[in-house]
């Protein structure tokens, strides 16, 4: 094996200490500052990474959230922003001391490579209060939509707001990836007519455990839309109302009229207070390993992934050891390899 | 009688005759009541012969003077209003009865409306003798200027509120002005002018028809009311034709849709004031022959000339116009309208086959444009879903590609940049115009009077009854010229209809956009040279935020940096217009962002960029994070902006937008090298 498993630190430079501290009371600069040292791509960047996780994992459990990610998915143009702005008032006015983030993905141009991150316009979150924080994400040319720059600031995010809420553009292939890092996701939809109930009974239906029916600024197609996408919920096997604990709930809201979202956010709140929904760190972890190992190394490296390493990767405590202790094994199979990750 | 011929304008006795001259005005007002009634009563006895008020940013977007986010914006773009006391004074010495006044005010016209015709009531004027134009089109107000306030459906409701009340008690109101000048501000090519114009007054008279409060004569007496806005650019033979085309287009239109028998009203009724966009700050002498040909656009054509003209200034590019500089723009009317024979004829372009043909193939693109936007679903579903915002942000993206890459000539600009200096901009002042800072104290000592000496009683009941017959859907005319003689204020009379409608942000059109900038531009490889360099060295994009502090709203400017960045490679977060400082700082901070670049057009550059910077002192970031400045900047005032922190300032001379990028990542840079 690698010598490389161990060239990690785990003591934080005081510096960096500071910053977690503030971050941890949620001071918005350091806070963000800490997340950028999550998006960048630098070898610093990865060993502050380790640090940080090492140190916020290991604090007493009093003084170590366990935040709930919540994946917000959805066509362009259902409104999904408004929507994420108005249930985070909600939250706040029924439970005054809680925290969100809100991480808003956007996809970046093809051609530049560059990006419009305009999802801020939409919320109207009030200025210096600190327990609500908006993040903007470009995709970056990663085609999933939410990639491992999201996984990675989820995971210092889990850490320091009670919910984090991603929000993507979903068309069709981004919500599996989303529903790897959420705990748990919610599809958005328009009101919407029979023939597009159609489209969307290809397999993206059974991803969300949650639906929500935005813009029902009209209660009479609000009701039709929902009627629609409950029989071809039934249509695709997918249970709702059949076993309360685990039916896929609909639900109906408008930004604009105020309508439905206090159930929402009360449902949401309900999951936050539910420890058992959570997805287990190592599974994601492994999960964007070997995503991961796939583009690095392709067919060849996940063979040996999927069929060697997996219980060895464990006596490894955090992604960043993971990674380097794979990089180490891939290359001692391929010699001629100098550099990787 | 004497035989007829064909060059000789007749009038109805067989005589020849000569027309009346439109009708001349200024866009005028500044710095407080006081001041601006002196310049209306000089503009008057120059031979002015209609009123068109500029209120200030503050009374446009709903905030009394005396609101934090009003203060740097007091008196700069106009007067500002903040209740029938200041209207008192406004007026003082000019007869309303013998008036047409045009007001430019759109999200607070009905509160506007409402004080005029208070005060007509106070002063003993009977209203149905008023005349005059408040411009309520929101529509262009979401694409393109940015003065609105509530969700689309309730400015609908409220321009119909208007018309209903103006039709019955104040027949020669137009209770809205549709605007395509706006839109060709915004970028809009003549066929979007056209298809946006006339979309916006259909969405207006469909929803008039709705309500059904009209008798059949009464509806065709309002189609006649609908009255115009245009502007007309440097392509003045197209402008002749577009203004041809809206003429038949409009004629058209209310017959075919709506039915009106009555020619008289299907005419396309519209003032004008021409376009200040192509206006350059490079050899701004220039600009005075570009307004003068710009005119021609609107007055060669007798079939299709305008009822009104108001002209910019020839330094607008440069700062807000001093009452010098009007008077000249309204001399260069005074001389094509009475020293030359250009009225003496009849219509001049009749039977032309060029223009014949431009016009009809401009109507049949306009008509294409007009039956999508009806088959998405109306004016303001297109609002809503960002359709013409986005149309109008892509013409406007070519527009500047065609200026950076050369294809499109402006004299001084991109071509024939030498030249001699200009005497008109070494006066003493700079050849500017500065508002006086102590005159905005006078304003807020008027305010502070009027809360103090006003029934608090009648002010309450006032706006319980604007509240209630806000929800009840009740005509709010009533309510709000009620609210008027109790001396409410604009920032009350707009808090209390934000409560029931709410505020509303439409979609900003810079989605998915992108330059046609050629890939091979020098500043273009230089950047994106630049950008690659930063990513390897820093393991991320650059990242940028773009947003327009303060009232103002004319958000071509930050879109356009917006997009270019893009286009250039950064990660652009772009959250729109009239943000506070504290908004565009907390969203730097939170976005972590290499750079703050900020647009600024209003005049409140100083007061603004220091409230920014208290801002980022604040939250110690103010040595961390470059900001630049872009707008219309005086050069008198670059020293000090500069000392405040800013760290570049770009003016509409820097028309090439890559190279704004490029210098943009070498701030970055010198940044990130102190950093290390």
């Known amino acids: 094996m690698s010598k490389s498993q161990n060239s990690f630190e785990s003591i934080m430079p005081p510096e960096l200490k500071e910053m977690v501290t503030r971050a941890k009371r949620l001071e918005k600069w350091p806070l963000a500052q800490l997340i950028s040292l999550f998006e960048v791509n ?87 209060d600190n327990r609500l924080f908006f993040r903007s ?53 328009q009101p919407f007519a029979g023939d597009q109930v159609q489209f969307m009974k290809a397999g993206i239906m059974e991803v969300p455990n949650t639906f929500v029916i935005n813009k029902c600024d009209e209660d009479s197609l609000a009701k039709k839309s929902y009627h629609l996408l409950k029989s071809s919920l039934k249509l695709v096997n997918v249970s709702i109302d059949h076993n309360a604990d685990d039916a896929k709930q609909i639900f109906l809201t408008s930004a604009l009229k105020q309508k439905g979202i206090d159930e929402l956010a009360s449902f949401l709140l309900k999951l936050h207070q539910d420890k058992s929904v959570r997805k287990s760190a190592l599974d994601q972890e492994l999960f964007y390993l070997r995503k991961w190992v796939f583009q690095e190394f392709g067919r060849f490296g996940l063979t040996h992934f999927d069929a060697t390493l997996e219980s060895e990767l464990k006596l490894h405590k955090s992604y960043e050891e993971k990674e380097q202790y794979i990089i180490g094994v891939m290359r001692a199979l391929i010699p001629s390899l100098t550099s990787a990750g | 009688m004497t035989e007829q011929n064909s060059h000789t304008i007749y009038d109805k006795d067989g005589k020849p005759t000569r027309d009346r001259p439109w009708i001349f005005r200024t866009y005028a007002g500044h710095t407080n009541v006081w001041a601006t009634n002196e310049l209306y009563r000089d503009n008057l006895s120059k031979g002015q012969t209609g009123l068109s008020i500029a209120m200030d940013l503050a009374t446009q977007c709903g905030y009394s003077s005396d609101h934090p986010i009003a203060k740097p914006e007091i008196g700069k773009v106009g007067v500002p209003i903040n209740s029938l006391d200041d209207f008192h004074i406004l007026f003082d010495n000019i007869p309303l009865e013998e008036m047409n006044t045009s007001m430019t005010i759109n999200g607070t016209a009905m509160w506007l409306l409402s004080l005029y015709v208070a005060l007509a009531e106070e002063r003993g004027v009977d209203i149905s003798q008023l005349k005059g134009t408040t411009q309520n089109d929101l529509i262009k107000e979401y694409l393109a200027r940015g003065t609105y306030i509530f969700p689309p459906e309730d400015s609908m409701r409220l321009i119909v509120d208007m018309y209903e009340f103006c039709l019955h008690n104040i027949p020669s109101w137009n209770a809205s002005n549709i605007c395509s000048y706006h839109l060709q501000e915004a970028g809009a090519t003549p066929v979007q002018e056209l298809a946006f114009a006339l979309v916006t007054a259909i969405t207006i008279l469909d ?109 607008e590019a440069l700062s807000l116009p001093r009452p010098w500089d009007q008077q000249w723009s309204l001399r260069i009317q005074q001389i094509l309208a009475y020293e030359t024979d250009l009225l003496e004829y009849p219509d001049l372009l009749e039977g032309s ?12 693109q306009a008509y294409d444009e007009i039956n999508r936007v009806l088959d998405l679903g109306g004016g303001v579903e297109a609002v809503k879903t960002g359709y013409m915002k986005s149309a109008l942000v892509a013409s406007q993206s070519e527009r500047m590609g065609r200026l950076a890459n050369g294809e499109q000539i402006v004299v001084g600009k991109n071509k024939w940049m030498e030249g001699l200096e200009s005497p008109l901009v070494g006066d003493s002042d700079g050849g500017i115009f500065m508002v006086d800072a102590k005159a905005a104290q006078k304003t807020l000592d008027a305010l502070a009077e009027t809360k103090r000496t006003r029934d608090d009683e009648r002010v309450k009941a006032a706006l319980a009854r604007l509240a209630e017959h806000a929800k009840n859907n ?40 992108s330059m046609s900038i050629d890939d091979d531009s020098n500043s273009l490889t230089s950047v994106r040279n630049k950008i690659s360099d930063f990513i390897e060295t820093h393991g991320y994009r650059p990242r940028i935020v773009v947003g327009k502090p303060g009232l103002d709203g004319h958000s071509n400017g930050a879109e356009m940096i917006a997009v270019a960045a893009k286009h250039a490679g950064f990660d652009v977060v772009y959250f729109g217009i ?26 409140s550059h100083n007061e603004i960029m220091a409230q920014l910077f208290d801002e980022l002192d604040k939250n110690g ?52 090298s102190k950093q290390l």
């Open chain 2, 353 to 364: 086959v060029v223009i014949e043909s431009k016009v009809k193939q401009l109507k049949d």
């Open chain 1, 137 to 189: 994400q470009a995709s970056d040319l990663d085609l999933g939509g939410v990639g491992k720059k999201t996984y990675q600031v989820t995971r210092l995010l889990r850490y320091l707001f009670d919910i984090t809420i991603i929000e993507t553009v979903g068309i069709g292939q981004s919500e599996v990836e989303v529903e790897q890092l959420s705990d748990h996701t919610c599809l958005v939809l």
């Open chain 2, 578 to 603: 009239r943000l506070s400082a504290s908004d565009i700082v907390q969203s730097a901070l939170e976005e972590n962002v290499d750079l703050i670049g900020v647009s600024l057009l209003s005049g």
């Open chain 2, 474 to 513: 009740t005509n709010l005319m009533e309510a709000s010229i009620e609210c008027a003689k109790a001396r409410v204020t604009t920032g009350e009379w707009s808090e209390t209809l934000r409560s029931v409608f709410g505020e509303y942000r439409p979609p900003t059109g810079v989605d998915g956009q």
């Open chain 2, 207 to 315: 929803a008039i028809k709705e309500r059904d409060c009209f008798s059949e004569e009464e509806f065709e007496r309002c189609v006649g009311r609908i009255s115009f806005f245009v502007n007309a650019g440097m392509r003045f033979v197209e402008e002749v034709s577009k203004m041809r085309a809206f003429c038949e287009m409009w004629d058209e239109i209310t017959q075919e849709r709506y039915g009106v028998k009555n020619a008289k009203y299907r005419r396309f009724r519209y003032g004008v004031q021409v376009n200040s966009l192509g206006l350059t700050a490079e050899q701004p002498e220039n600009n005075a022959w570009r307004i003068l040909i710009e005119t021609l656009g609107v007055t060669l054509s007798r079939k299709a000339r305008c009822r009104a003209l108001q002209l910019p200034a020839w330094n």
């Open chain 1, 42 to 128: 630098t070898e610093r960047a990865k060993q502050s990474r380790h640090s940080i996780i090492t140190y916020l994992s290991e604090q007493p459990e009093s003084d170590r959230k366990q935040g709930l990610v919540l994946g917000i998915t959805g066509t362009p143009g259902a409104g999904k922003s408004s929507l994420i702005g108005e249930l985070c008032l909600s939250m706040l006015k029924e439970t005054p001391s809680l925290s969100v983030a809100v991480l808003a993905v956007d996809p970046s141009s093809q051609r530049s490579g560059g990006s419009l991150l305009g999802d801020r316009t939409r919320t109207n979150f009030p200025v210096d």
């Open chain 2, 621 to 672: 970031a103010k040595d961390s994070i470059p900001v630049i400045l872009g707008g219309i900047i005086p050069e008198p005032d670059y020293e000090k902006l500069e000392n405040m922190g800013v760290k570049r300032i770009f003016t509409p001379k820097d028309f090439d937008p890559m190279a704004v990028m490029d210098e943009i990542m070498d701030v970055i840079n010198e940044q990130k």
